[in-house]
């Protein structure tokens, strides 16, 4: 594994709310490696997001430590984009498919370097073809893959995603799970992906770790055993895809209880 861009020691998260202060997350030591593709599973209430956040520099450790590359950070780091589930709310709608790509990188570059860098990230998501389309005009699958493609043309070393295809159906889902390992073997983006679903978790993550109880922990961590280059049908065929998802079902069960 390369060297770790994000590293928690002992971290806790305290939230404070009119019903009074309570800790969402407690004893987090979590290193993720340059170029990792780790998935986050857990039942709700677990901290996922607020561990997410942390990570993102939405919200602060309230003990211990949340490092990115060696240093302790306040606010969104450099280089660190979060694409959430609710992409309809994210997205300009009296902006084209270029113009919401543009949106965060049109005040450092412009001209033809502009141009480029949209249409690299329209590239790798398949959308040159609606560029002049408006978000309306878009499939929910085709507005996910633009909040993407919006996050891409800032060139992230890291990309946070909170549960950003939970809301698509299956055939679309699928389509952006390859899409994305794709585009992460391509750019060796670092991906931090939560999820529900554990068959997404298995057959997308280098490595899926458990957060259970409340406060939220992390309970287990599963490395994988598949191959990089994985496909819809035959890798979820293979004994080890099928033994990792048996194994993360029992402990997600056993979490529960």
């Not at 389509?175 to 999820?195: C, E, N, P, W, Y």
């Not at 293979?238 to 029992?250: D, G, N, Q, S, T």
Request: charged letters at 20%.
């Amino acid at each position: 594994m390369n060297a770790s861009v994000f590293c928690c020691e002992q971290a806790e998260v305290r939230l404070t709310s009119a019903s009074g202060e309570k800790m969402i997350l407690q004893g987090i030591d979590l290193n993720i490696g340059r170029g990792e593709f780790l998935c986050m599973v857990g039942g709700s209430g677990t901290g996922k997001t607020t561990l997410l956040r942390a990570l993102g520099g939405f919200c602060a450790p309230t003990g211990g430590a949340v490092l990115y590359e060696g240093a302790a950070f306040s606010g969104p780091p450099a280089g660190v984009v979060t694409v959430f589930q609710d992409y309809g709310n994210a997205l300009l709608p009296w902006r084209t498919v270029r113009g919401n790509v543009a949106l965060g990188i049109e005040e450092q570059v412009s001209g033809a370097a502009l141009d480029d860098r949209i249409d690299a990230a329209l590239a790798m998501v398949g959308l040159q073809q609606a560029a002049r389309e408006y978000p309306a005009k878009l499939s929910g699958g085709m507005q996910q893959r633009l909040q993407i493609a919006r996050a891409l043309a800032l060139q992230p070393k890291v990309l946070l995603m909170d549960e950003p295809f939970g809301a698509l159906d299956a055939m679309t889902k699928a389509k952006l799970q390859d899409q994305l390992r794709h585009i992460q073997a391509s750019t060796g983006t670092t991906i931090v992906f939560i999820t529900h679903d554990v068959d997404e978790a298995v057959y997308l993550g280098d490595r899926v770790i458990l957060l259970a109880g409340s406060p939220g922990r992390i309970a287990s961590e599963l490395r994988s055993a598949l191959p990089a280059t994985r496909d819809q049908i035959s890798t979820k065929e293979m004994p080890e895809y099928l033994h990792a998802r048996h194994e993360l079902l029992e402990r997600l069960h056993g979490a529960a209880r």
